[in-house]
Structures are given as C-alpha cells and as structure tokens.
C-alpha cells in the first residue's frame, strides 16, 4: 500500500518525475561512454605494433620516412632499400618487412607459377615509367622504328624484365609485332655493372621459340657494338650507352614517343606496387587501407612541394612549368593509387605477361590484391 502510493506520489509530482527520468538518461549516456571507451581502448591497444617499410626514398614516400605521415597508433620505420634487396627479402627466407616495395611482375609471376602467398598487394604504384627510353640500337643500323626489328634479335640483361615486358606489349598493340616476331639473347654482364647471374626462370613459350644465352662476360652494349643482337633494351641507362656515339635510342625524340604514347593509350606504365607481409595483414585485417591511406597522403605532400612556386623545393630550375605540363597532359593526380583508376595498366600487364610466355596460365589481377583495398579510390 504504501509502495503505491509512493508510486502514485511520484507520478503527480512532475518535478519528482522529470528529476527521476533524468537520473535514468544520465546514468544510460554514462554507461555508453563506458562502452565506447572501452571498445576504443581495445582497439588502441590492438594498433599499437611495429611494421618496416622498405623502399626507394621517392619524393612520394619522403613524409612516410620523416615522419609527417603515419599511421596512428602504429609505429612506422622506413628503411631505404633498392628493388633488388627487397624482391630478394620478399621472395626469399627472412621476409623482414611487414610493408615492402615490390616488383609488380616479379610478384605476379611467382603468384601465378610459384603459388606465392607470403604477401598481398595493395594498389599503391610507387614506382612508374615511360620504357621508350630503354630502346638502343646502333647508331648505323638501318632498323628506324619498331617494325623494323622484325626477324631481329634483341639483347637484355632478362627477357622476363619488367621493361621488357611493357616494351614487347607497346610493340604488339601500338605496331603489330609480338615478342615471337623476335629472337631474345639474355645477357650474363650489365652495362652498368655488375653480374646478371640469378636463379634460374622457367618461361612457357611455344614449341619453337629460343631464348638465346650471350657469351659469358660480354655486356649488353658490347653485344650491340660487335653485332650479336640488332637491338639493346635495358631498364637503366648507362654512360656506356648514353655517351658512345655509335649507339643511340631507336626513338630520336624519346620524351615526344613516350608522350604521345599517353595521348594514345593513357597508360603510365606500372613498375613497383606496395606489398603487405600476408600474416601482418591476418592478425590486422585494418591494415591494408591505413597503409593506402599513408601511401595517399605522403604523395599529397610531394605534390605540394612540387607546386610550390615561391620557392623551388626540388634542384631542378623549370619545376613549375614541367609540373603545371604533366598536369595538362596526364591530370592533376597523375600519379593515380587505386584500382580503378589503374584498371587498363593491370589489365595489360595481365595481358602481357600471358602473351609473353611469363605466366602458365591466365587469372583475374584482383586475385592478387588484398579484398579490402579493391574499390578504394584516393
């Protein structure tokens, strides 16, 4: 009896109601910030780790390697690393960085061959390159353009090369011939320096087909000169190449061919991707977007810095006008992340690699990328 009449008091006394309703809200919001607060704790303490990236020091990755850009709650090192060491340590034992540059053919041949696992891809494209540049061919030759190497044999440090492999497919869309239209000799010595000497590769050309192996010691330019191939593609352009006169680029004008190449196709030929170590990603599956994201915005930060007109933040005089042109021709994110926006490059290079007798057999390229990052745009 007195129960109900408390309750009766109370609900005829307004101010005691309100105060009494109020006291409830208070307590619920309370107990919801508790709540969330431990789901953020949780969640801080699950991002706080340790990864190394390892890579080339771009002007596109510098804030990742200063620190300005990072992930939160992660620690982020970068170790400064050429694509020979760290194709070495990703495809090798020691896999000793949880983020890692990687060459995006030699990945894509070892997934599809080798049923390689040990890292996911991401569509971060760190490294990017017009090939015409890489064509040679003796300064007395007759051969004038890439029809002409028909019937012809080319000299390489690798036939299976990443420059290569844009090469043979610009040749075969852009001008007809295909990499069987030709004989390839790999080379033991490069002309830069040093041995070419690497495990072997298994290639899946047709019945018929040569690889042909040069002299041991002779390097791609001495081929050239002496007359053992008609034609010298090489990924860097060494001074015993760009300073003899008697070789000289199978493209007179190369930055002309190279832009017309984009007006044409609008392809920017992908060299490198970012990979994540595979259990990295396992135990943080939130992983392969924040180090997109990281990725996006340092790049952010190069742009910045090459539109700075005040003053000149890269040793190069006519920064402003060769960077206001790029933009003209290729838009103003040029240096495009994301799959989408990448689609006709990954479809090619899926092209090519088949055609070329790289690759057994033919898959999709979002195989190779973490699900996560496939329809993230920048």
């Known amino acids: 009896m007195k129960n109900e009449l408390h309750k009766t008091k109370l609900h005829s006394n307004p101010i005691v109601f309100d105060r009494f309703n109020a006291i409830r809200v208070v307590v619920i919001i309370m107990a919801i910030m508790l709540i969330e607060c431990a789901s953020q704790t949780a969640f801080a303490l699950e991002k706080s780790f340790s990864i190394k990236v ?50 995006l053919i030699p990945y894509i041949t070892r997934y599809i061959n080798e049923d390689f696992r040990d890292y996911v891809l991401i569509p971060v494209f760190i490294s990017r390159t017009f090939r015409h540049r890489n064509l040679y061919v003796n300064a007395d030759s007759d051969i004038k353009k890439p029809s002409d190497l028909k019937g012809k044999t080319i000299g390489t440090p690798r036939y299976g090369m990443s420059a290569n492999t844009w090469i043979r497919g610009f040749f075969s869309d852009e001008y007809g011939i295909n990499a069987y239209d ?3 000799m790999e080379t033991a010595k490069s002309s ?11 290639y899946f050309f047709p019945d018929g087909f040569t690889l042909l192996k040069a002299p041991e ?9 002496n007359g053992k191939c008609d034609a010298l593609i090489t990924s860097f352009s060494p001074s015993t190449l760009a300073a003899n ?14 832009m ?23 135990e943080h599956p939130w992983l392969p977007k924040a180090v997109f994201e990281m990725y996006s915005a340092a790049k ?79």
């Open 54 to 103: 390892a890579g080339y020091d771009y002007d596109r990755v510098q804030a990742i390697k200063d620190g300005y850009v990072s992930i939160d709650g992660v620690d982020v090192s970068f170790v400064v690393q050429d694509i020979y060491a760290v194709n070495k340590s990703a495809f090798g034992p020691d896999k000793k960085y949880e983020v890692t540059e990687i060459g």
């Open 245 to 258: 006169p008697k070789i000289k680029t199978l493209f007179p004008d190369v930055r002309a061919a190279e």
């Open 182 to 184: 030709m004989q390839w």
């Open 300 to 378: 952010q930060r190069a742009y910045d810095n090459l539109g700075e007109t005040g003053i000149l933040k890269v040793t190069l005089p006519w920064l402003t006008q060769e960077f206001d042109k790029t933009r003209e021709l290729m838009g103003e994110n040029f240096w495009q992340y994301g799959i989408e926006a990448n689609r006709k490059e990954l479809e090619s290079i899926m092209r090519y690699v088949h055609d070329q007798g790289l690759v057994k057999q033919k898959v999709s390229f979002e195989d190779l990328f973490d699900p996560t990052t496939i329809k993230i745009k920048e």
């Open 217 to 225: 010691g002779v390097a791609e330019h001495e081929l050239l000169l």
């Open 260 to 282: 017309e190449y984009y007006r044409e196709t609008k392809l920017f030929p992908i060299m490198h991707a970012i990979a994540i170590r595979a259990d990295v990603v396992k």
């Open 192 to 202: 830069y320096g040093g041995s070419q000497k690497t495990a072997p590769v298994k």
